[in-house]
């Protein structure tokens, strides 16, 4: 064997062992924490008490509200992505920017903004007569105002892949605007519709803050797996409904891959650009829905804003910045917040590398289909589970004093290693998607000069690939510091982070500190994320250039 087969085959190993110990490991725990539930262990007492009346109900509380939130999040990430790619707004990019603002804030943020507009002391509360925002109701809410981005990520992406053949056909025909709309547009987004849905579903499914904030006696199976882990110390229990919240979200999965599958290309070799005319109803309509649904993005953001610096809200609205003296709440005062920025900046670069290292051997070293498929597999998996049930699988798996990496626990490297694992799939299909634009002939050539394989990923295949290992890391860092849910288990006396924090001080009732350590957050991220558009904006020139010449 010679030494570059030696290095890809070392490297494979290294990459199973990751999967082994960050998904396969911890998900086995888990399935063995969840059959010693109840007294005699048995499988048959588990599924027992699987059916137990409360269960059910927060089972059946979960899909509906998921359901429900990805119905309205996806109407509405449709008709803003609409309005980006298909009408002539003015102030596109501000509009671009509004519509991915509550990424960069923990999904708790919305949820507190809806406590301060529609709580009983809230801004708003005088308008809303009977009607309460504590249920399910502000669990919607609060999850279509966080999970909205990424619908429109997915769909923006979607409607920009449009063959203009299509619609000059249809305006020779004399098609209407809505005719074309429903025959040419909706089926070529079909997919980027499902994708949407589904992953709004799975957050949704997934979210611990916002049922907790404004939840109020309203079960879901995220806050029966906290409540049983935290509340009551039955971890057994916890085990069995984390291991049931795996259905629905690998449901989803497995039906998202079936409609990828099913999609047909949007874009041939023959395809040409579509042209955007004026249209005066259509462009007056995009402005005004787009303006009312980024204004209520905005509006969460500068609602918790306010707040933070609000003497004592809402009697008190003089300035003052004593919630933002967090050493005096209970929550781990500034040293969570660094600890998240040190959690994020780990979880960036180590995520980056290692998902293009992956990434890398799959797609340009070709190993064996079993290995292929296999890593494949492990890749897309970390989707379908949600946060929750891999936190408390880490908690099986890492504080069995039997593990050789029981040490890990309660340590910055298992808050590392379960956030890359939580947020694995989506950078790794980022990854291969600009590998796989990369012509083959690259490894063709270097394998007839007798180039080592590392060689072109180092000279070539990285270098061309640098925007898109920049916008993986910046996706790992903004994602690092809003998780709650993969974390809320696993951090210790010296790794409190501030995203739990959030959570903690709201739990304690210290509501405008919450607000004030979510702001932080956000801003910590909106300048990464400013200064990483710079510094891709001067790459992908530096890139042009090169290409140029």
């Avoid at 209970?330 to 040293?335: F, K």
């Avoid at 709650?484 to 739990?507: C, E, I, Q, R, W």
């Amino acid at each position: 064997m010679n030494a570059e087969k030696f290095i890809q085959r070392l490297c494979l190993v290294l990459v199973t062992l990751y999967f082994g110990v960050s998904l396969a490991g911890p998900l086995t725990a888990l399935v063995v924490s969840s059959l010693q539930s109840g007294d005699d262990g048995s499988a048959a007492n588990l599924a027992g008490r699987l059916t137990d009346p409360r269960l059910v109900r927060a089972a059946g509380n979960s899909l509906w509200v998921g359901a429900l939130t990805s119905a309205i999040t996806t109407a509405l990430a449709l008709f803003y992505a609409y309005g980006l790619t298909r009408a002539r707004l003015p102030l596109k990019g501000i509009f671009a920017a509004a519509g991915q603002i509550p990424l960069l804030a923990p999904s708790l943020l919305s949820a507190l903004a809806l406590v301060y507009l529609f709580g009983v002391q809230g801004l708003l509360r005088p308008w809303m007569g009977e009607a309460s925002i504590m249920g399910w109701q502000g669990i919607v809410i609060a999850n279509v105002i966080a999970t909205f981005p990424h619908a429109l990520l997915v769909l923006r992406t979607a409607l920009s892949a449009s063959d203009g053949r299509l619609y000059e056909a249809g305006e020779l025909m004399g098609r209407s605007g809505r005719s074309m709309f429903l025959a040419v547009t909706l089926p070529g987004v079909r997919h980027g519709l499902v994708s949407a849905a589904l992953i709004v579903f799975m957050l949704t499914i997934a979210d611990i803050g916002a049922p907790k904030v404004v939840g109020g006696s309203f079960d879901v199976l995220a806050l029966e797996i906290y409540e049983q882990v935290l509340g009551q110390q039955d971890f057994a229990m916890g085990a069995a409904v984390a291991l049931a919240m795996l259905a629905p979200t690998a449901l989803a999965m497995g039906i998202e891959r079936w409609a990828a599958s099913r999609q047909s290309a949007a874009l041939s070799a023959r395809s040409t650009p579509l042209v955007l005319k004026p249209h005066l109803a259509r462009d007056t309509a995009m402005l005004t829905g787009c303006s009312i649904i980024a204004a209520g993005l905005v509006g969460v953001i500068a609602v918790c804003q306010f707040a933070s610096v609000a003497a004592f809200w809402p009697y008190d609205v003089s300035f003052t910045t004593k919630h933002y003296d967090f050493n005096r709440f209970d929550g781990g005062g500034w040293q969570a917040l660094g600890n998240s920025v040190q959690l994020a900046v780990f979880t960036a670069i180590g995520g980056a590398l290692l998902v293009f290292a992956n990434a890398y051997l799959l797609e340009k070293t070709k190993p064996h289909r079993v290995v292929r498929g296999a890593l494949s597999g492990f890749s897309l998996l970390s989707a379908a589970v949600p946060g929750l049930s891999l936190g408390l699988a880490y908690v099986f798996f890492f504080n069995n004093p039997a593990n050789l990496l029981n040490g890990l626990y309660g340590t910055m490297a298992i808050l590392v290693l379960a956030t890359i694992t939580h947020f694995y799939t989506v950078a790794h299909l980022s990854a291969t998607s600009a590998l796989k634009a990369l012509d083959p002939e690259f490894e063709t050539a270097a394998a007839a000069m007798g180039r080592p394989f590392w060689m072109v990923a180092a000279r070539v295949s990285f270098p061309i690939s640098t925007p898109a290992l920049i916008e993986t890391a910046l996706y790992f860092f903004v994602n690092a510091m809003t998780t709650v849910s993969v974390v809320v288990f696993l951090y210790g006396p010296h790794t409190k982070l501030a995203s739990v924090a959030v959570l903690n001080m709201d739990d304690a009732g210290d509501v405008a500190p919450a607000a004030a350590m979510g702001m932080m957050i956000f801003y910590i991220n909106l300048a990464v994320r400013i200064a990483g558009e710079t510094v891709l904006t001067r790459v992908r020139a530096s890139t042009t250039r090169g290409k140029v010449s």
